[in-house]
């Protein structure tokens, strides 16, 4: 029996989701989710934080609980001090305490170049799962966070960010999505995904794909870093942000007025990015004084789900 055919596995891989998710009883599934990557800011405390709430993300975009932890290390324990993979583990730690989430282990290798990211294991009834196929015409689209962090990361390598822009990025990107995955929880939505490595347009292009609706983005409503426009002007855009153009665009259709840096930053890749929540018009209100209330200040609606055109995502 392959995988696909097992009845158990409500969510696969086929779909392009955040997570895996497999059915123990009516009552119980597990979510199964891995991450890890290279560091992307210099203090290793920090880039330890970033990484947890990374690996977290995709269970809270699921409407999940985290249970348990596992830590996924490479380290070039020879020629760097140890202190560091300490700072970096204790940074992951400490995020796992404020999701009240267990480790329970890990595995480490020697390594060239550090990495480090979590297998996080997470439980959610099994018909409240909440996937990226889901939404409905009429839904209202709800972001989170401030996009950029691709485009200011990629920056903060070259040595070109300010220490400010650095602790403002930082501290988004070390920010649970709990908060908002609970304020959706309890309102009740259509559909969510986190943004991440396919960037806000990518993520949404996998939220039509094959679903017979099309989306409108507001390109003036978006959230952004203004360092993001700053960096992106001049032409600093990260690898990913071509990738996921050359590979999306055949799904997008910007209007003129759209200006490129607005373009680039739409199709940026996230680092613990925040959630996109799709959420029926007339919830839409209540969910964003929820997520107020629970302090996630940046949420806005950025765009909406519409009937035609299919298949497309129109930036006006
Ligand atoms: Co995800
Ligand atoms: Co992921
Ligand atoms: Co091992």
Redo the contacts with the bound molecule.
């Keep these: 029996m392959s995988l696909a055919q097992d009845p158990n596995l409500i969510v696969g891989f086929e779909k392009a989701d955040d997570a895996g998710v497999y059915k123990i009883t009516d009552e119980l599934a597990l979510i199964q989710t891995v991450d890890f990557f290279t560091p992307i800011v210099d203090d290793p405390y920090i880039f330890g934080q970033i990484a947890a709430a990374n690996a977290l993300s995709d269970v809270y975009a699921m409407g999940g609980k985290p249970l348990t932890a596992m830590n996924v290390v490479c380290f070039p324990v020879k020629t760097l001090d140890i202190g560091v993979l300490k700072a970096i583990l204790r940074g992951g730690l400490d995020k796992l305490i404020e999701a009240e989430t267990t480790l329970v ?4 290798v020697e390594n060239n170049e550090i990495k480090y990211g979590l297998s996080i294991t997470g439980i959610i009834h099994p018909e409240k799962v909440l996937t990226n196929m889901t939404a409905r015409i009429g839904d209202y689209l709800i972001l989170t966070k401030p996009l950029g962090t691709g485009i200011i990361n990629t920056a903060i390598k070259g040595g070109l960010a300010g220490e400010e822009t650095i602790t403002k990025v930082s501290n988004t990107m070390v920010t649970l999505n709990k908060d908002a995955s609970i304020a959706m929880q309890e309102v009740g939505v259509s559909a969510c995904t986190d943004i991440t490595g396919f960037g806000l347009l990518g993520h949404l292009s996998e939220m039509i794909r094959g679903n017979g609706f099309g989306m409108i983005v507001y390109a003036g409503k978006v959230p952004y870093f203004p360092e993001a426009k700053e960096f992106a002007t001049k032409g600093m855009v990260p690898g990913g942000t071509y990738r996921n153009k050359d590979f999306f665009s055949q799904w997008i259709r910007f209007e003129s007025t759209v200006p490129q840096y607005l373009q680039d930053i739409f199709f940026d890749p996230q680092t613990s990015g925040g959630l996109l929540i799709s959420v029926p018009r007339g919830k839409a209100d209540n969910l964003l004084t929820q997520l107020r209330e629970k302090n996630v200040n940046e949420a806005v609606i950025i765009g909406e789900v519409v009937a035609e055109p299919k298949e497309k995502i129109i930036v006006t």
């Design positions: 282990g890990g595995h480490s």
